[in-house]
């Protein structure tokens, strides 16, 4: 923007230097041209005495040739012709008078003048023609000197040369001085709405514009930005902590009701006890989802510690803790890693996606193969997680990861359709990314973490050797 406002800028001031400068060449090459008329003029005025008795009684013809050789001889490229009844007496050229002296010897003669001569411009090759009478009341003649006009238009041109290094001069200075600051003065505010517009776009709640600096409409955009801003942050505030506040109040009351359900075991029968299985059954589903919905509203209001971690070690933590959970579904865990890759992230948000993503393959892979990988890409680390189950279709794979959703052919499968939507806000609230996407067969979920910035860390905080990176096999877990 700054270059397309110094583009509208930087024209209107040469055009304002140019309207300045071009009368100042005019009036300069109208003087230098008059000047030169003056002199020309003066010296035909020399020739007309000689001239005179040439013409009157036929004496002085030699010493009218030697003024006029004298003359040329010292301007070259100059002619004098002496001009009597309409046609030429002597010229110190031995050609004919050109067409413009002819004209104007005959207009002396006709007891006209010359015309002004035209301005002197660097471009225009023509000779300067001037003349004057011979003879106090009729005119007898005519003296017509047609000079050439070279060192005119080279004044001139350095002339118009200074102007246009001057004009330059001070286009560059006005450009440094004026036209940059008020540029810079202009936009720095647009600058800085659309920085803190795209890190609030980001995610960055505390992003806001700077409300100092700017013509006062923008400083008043930016205020407004502000307060939108605040009033986005209030209303995300307020709706999470709906969701905590009301997630936390139904935990108390529904383990109540849990307990006062199992204390009925036994004291129902037939039908009556198969009722309170169903209801103990959706009770635990409630209680559980009351724990992610818990979860997603921590996960979304707190930022957690960034550290360097180990991911390969982190990963193989979480295949060790979730071991049961794939031994009971029957899935066979292949770990495919190098042996050390630094990432910057939150560790607690890495475990609990690993952990989601587990889980999800038991629930929904169960006795499929599941593939994790930590692959090492350009500026950072990917963990992969792959099952060989059922996958999704290509419809579902656009929902998948949203809030409370869960694919039409798994809603008889335990789960709340949060996990994902946690695990997908724990990582970005760490810098992280979640993608997921469809395998042939199965699914593959993409995990992406920035690349460290130091020395490696464990999760109690403790410092870890580097290590060269190298690929290896990991048997399963299970």
Request: with cysteine.
């Amino acid at each position: 923007m700054r270059r397309r406002l110094l583009l509208v800028l930087l024209p209107l001031l040469t055009a304002l230097l140019v309207a300045l400068e071009v009368p100042l060449a005019q009036t300069f090459a109208d003087a230098v041209t008059q000047d030169l008329a003056a002199d020309r003029i003066d010296e035909a005025a020399a020739f007309v005495a000689p001239a005179q008795r040439v013409l009157v009684d036929g004496t002085g013809r030699l010493t009218l040739a030697a003024d006029i050789e004298h003359y040329t001889d010292s301007l070259p490229g100059a002619t004098v012709t002496v001009f009597r009844n309409g046609r030429s007496e002597y010229s110190s050229h031995p050609r004919p008078a050109s067409r413009r002296a002819l004209l104007a010897g005959h207009a002396l003669l006709a007891e006209g003048d010359v015309s002004d001569p035209k301005t002197e411009w660097p471009w225009r090759k023509t000779t300067l023609v001037v003349g004057t009478k011979i003879g106090s009341g009729v005119p007898i003649g005519a003296v017509v000197v047609e000079a050439p006009t070279t060192s005119a238009r080279e004044q001139v041109a350095r002339r118009m040369a200074v102007l246009a290094a001057g004009g330059l001069a001070v286009l560059l200075l006005t450009s440094a001085l004026c036209a940059l600051p008020l540029a810079h003065w202009l936009l720095r505010p647009v600058y800085d709405l659309n920085a803190a517009a795209g890190r609030l776009a980001a995610g960055d709640l505390a992003a806001r514009a700077t409300e100092r600096g700017g013509p006062p409409e923008l400083r008043g955009l930016a205020r407004a930005f502000n307060q939108m801003a605040d009033y986005l942050v209030a209303t995300l505030e307020r709706q999470r902590a709906f969701v905590a506040d009301a997630s936390h109040e139904l935990r108390n009351p529904l383990a109540t009701l849990r307990l006062r359900m199992e204390a009925l075991d036994g004291k129902v029968h037939d039908s009556g006890a198969r009722d309170l299985r169903l209801a103990l059954g959706e009770s635990d589903r409630l209680a559980h989802t009351v724990k992610r919905l818990l979860e997603l509203a921590r996960a979304e209001a707190t930022a957690a510690e960034q550290l360097d971690v180990d991911v390969v070690a982190l990963t193989e933590r979480r295949l060790e803790a979730s071991r049961p959970a794939l031994d009971a579904a029957g899935s066979v865990v292949r770990l495919d890693a190098p042996a050390r890759a630094g990432a910057r992230c939150a560790p607690e948000a890495v475990e609990y996606a690993l952990d989601v993503l587990l889980e999800n393959a038991c629930t929904f892979a169960p006795g499929a193969r599941v593939d994790v990988a930590v692959e090492m890409v350009d500026g950072g680390v990917e963990i992969v997680v792959r099952d060989h189950g059922p996958g999704l279709l290509d419809d579902e794979l656009a929902h998948a990861g949203e809030r409370f959703w869960r694919s039409p052919r798994h809603r008889a499968l335990t789960g709340t359709g949060l996990g994902l939507a946690t695990a997908r806000a724990l990582l970005e609230g760490s810098g992280g990314s979640m993608t997921i996407g469809a395998a042939d067969p199965g699914l593959e979920i993409r995990v992406r973490l920035a690349a460290s910035t130091g020395v490696l860390r464990d999760t109690s905080g403790g410092p870890q050797d580097e290590a060269p990176a190298g690929t290896s096999e990991s048997p399963s877990p299970g």
